[in-house]
């Protein structure tokens, strides 16, 4: 969906996503649709699109979609001590700490969001879009 600042997702030619972003972004479309913004052929074919970037490690899988746990439900919960993060923005940065301690190499935080984007750089993500 073209919005301010797509530019710099639609570069990542790969990535690790919070399970709860297909969630998040489904919701985002249907409710564009609902709206009147987005015609609903258009929000059907977005979601197979999103569908086909999550589908596993075939040649258009683009995310790896990390699974909402107990332990990443915990450590949102923790986050929000000290951080003024909105519940599914917490479940993010989580499932982004999480995913770094399982591979080191996970290093770059994309979002657009103020606070989540301070949030993550405290924790030492370089940030998309610089």
């Not at 589908?55 to 439900?73: C, T």
């Not at 923005?89 to 399982?102: G, N």
Request: glycine share 6%; hydrophobic share 50%; charged share 25%.
């Amino acid at each position: 969906m073209p919005e301010q600042g797509h530019s710099h997702v639609d570069e990542l030619d790969h990535g690790v996503i919070s399970a709860l972003t297909r969630v998040e972004v489904t919701a985002a479309l249907w409710r564009k649709q609902r709206e009147g913004a987005l015609p609903a052929a258009a929000a059907s074919a977005l979601v197979r699109d999103l569908e086909d970037h999550l589908g596993g490690y075939g040649a258009d899988a683009r995310f790896i979609a990390f699974g909402v746990s107990e332990e990443i439900l915990a450590g949102a919960s923790a986050l929000l001590h000290s951080a003024p993060l909105r519940a599914s923005d917490a479940v993010q940065l989580a499932s982004a700490l999480a995913a770094r301690r399982v591979d080191p190499r996970v290093t770059r935080f994309a979002c657009f969001d103020r606070r989540l984007r301070d949030a993550a750089a405290a924790h030492g993500f370089q940030l998309i879009p610089a």
